[in-house]
């Protein structure tokens, strides 16, 4: 039985999405928790983020080299993150993956144990791999574990067989269960997890830094004219940036700002060109959150075209910024869009919807200042509050390796 009756918790977080000194806004939601969860004293806490070695180098794998140079150490906002190793196997390693991930994360956290700091919880993001990962991890070193659903692995991974076994055994063993929004509870219940486990804790906006700034001369730095829409995410089919570059077609004297870095950068390009749109849009590539803070400001909307979502919070970064949104109806958007202030849902993923939307939001558009103030609803405040209540309870009444597998 663990014994912490208000003393200072100690969790060992254990995830890949986690920024790294090459990826800075990789995982970024799951640093910004654990930095509020620390402002409160109550916790202490060290990261195992691993990172992935595959050992061959092949053209079409490219993607794995952006990990080679990642420390295997580093300090980021004064919390030590390790960055162990952990074998990929490309394609064909999809049910490997949680086993090899196990691995790496039971010798790291062994190690950070024995070097004097003594984790009382596992605390793991995404459910598949490293839910999976971290519920063997935590059975082999008798503590009781958190995993956070994040939204593509429940979406989306749980609808395989073997991933969705795996997952059901992950979050029926664990202390307890959370997710950032009550479609993804929904989701997690559906697959036979008890209602009482799973946790709806929601992402918040950090306010202080998501900010209204100085639209205008942020607009003549970048040599922005015209209206201004931004769509954020990974250059991926699934975050729609395609049906939001068709629908520039139909928006003369609008301007198209593309942020992130992904697989599709050459066929949004060629696509652009296609449509003859190319000058009106902009790739900008991945940006840091004090950059994207002046970029929203700029933006006259952020544009979601996204096919699947757990709980997006450019949303309401954009928001705190004073900048409404036009987004897809999919996993957790409607619980944060649901008043004219915020922007406005389109209940068809298409060009022409997107185009409607922006049109409705744009001939009434709300006022800069009440839009800000709508996104200030979603504070950390309550989440961070029901999160260390939640890691109250487990401290205490959870007794590691008892649970009965399912």
């Known amino acids: 039985m663990i014994e912490n009756s208000g003393g200072i918790k100690r969790i060992l977080v254990a995830t890949t999405l986690y920024p790294n000194a090459n990826q800075n806004r990789h995982g970024i939601f799951v640093e910004t928790r654990l930095r509020q969860l620390l402002k409160t004293g109550e916790v202490e806490a060290r990261v195992v983020a691993p990172v992935p070695w595959f050992p061959f180098k092949i053209s079409s794998m490219e993607q794995y080299s952006v990990y080679a140079d990642v420390p295997v150490y580093e300090q980021r906002n004064g919390i030590e993150v390790f960055h162990p190793r952990y074998l990929v196997i490309p394609k064909i390693g999809m049910l490997l993956t949680p086993f090899f991930l196990a691995i790496t994360l039971f010798f790291c956290a062994r190690k950070i144990r024995k070097n004097g700091f003594k984790f009382e919880l596992l605390d793991g993001h995404y459910f598949y791999p490293d839910g999976v990962a971290t519920a063997l991890v935590a059975k082999l070193l008798k503590v009781p574990y958190l995993i956070t659903a994040r939204g593509t692995d429940i979406n989306l991974i749980s609808s395989y067989k073997i991933p969705r076994k795996m997952i059901r055994w992950a979050a029926k063993n664990a202390a307890g269960n959370i997710t950032v929004s009550t479609a993804l509870k929904e ?220």
């Open 187 to 406: 989701k997690l219940t559906d697959l036979g997890v008890p209602a009482d486990k799973v946790h709806v804790l929601r992402n918040g906006v950090d306010s202080e830094l998501f900010v209204i700034g100085d639209a205008q001369k942020i607009r003549k730095e970048m040599k922005l004219t015209g209206n201004v829409l931004v769509s954020v995410g990974n250059l991926v089919e699934p975050k729609g940036h395609a049906l939001v570059i068709q629908a520039l077609k139909n928006l003369p004297g609008f301007h198209l700002l593309i942020i992130g870095l992904g697989e599709q950068l050459g066929a949004l390009q060629t696509l652009a060109n296609e449509l003859d749109v190319s000058d009106r849009v902009q790739y900008i590539g991945e940006q840091s959150q004090t950059d994207l803070a002046k970029i929203y400001s700029a933006a006259d909307l952020l544009i979601l075209a996204s096919s699947r979502e757990g709980w997006p919070n450019v949303l309401l970064e954009s928001m705190a910024c004073g900048t409404p949104v036009v987004a897809t109806r999919v996993g957790g958007t409607p619980e944060i869009v649901k008043a004219p202030e915020a922007g406005q849902l389109i209940a068809t993923r298409s060009s022409d919807a997107i185009v409607a939307g922006i049109q409705q939001v744009l001939n009434s558009p709300p006022r800069p200042e009440d839009t800000r103030k709508y996104a200030q609803k979603f504070s950390w405040g309550q989440t961070i509050s029901g999160l260390t209540d939640l890691l109250d309870k487990i401290m205490i009444h959870s007794t590691p390796n008892t649970a009965k597998s399912q």
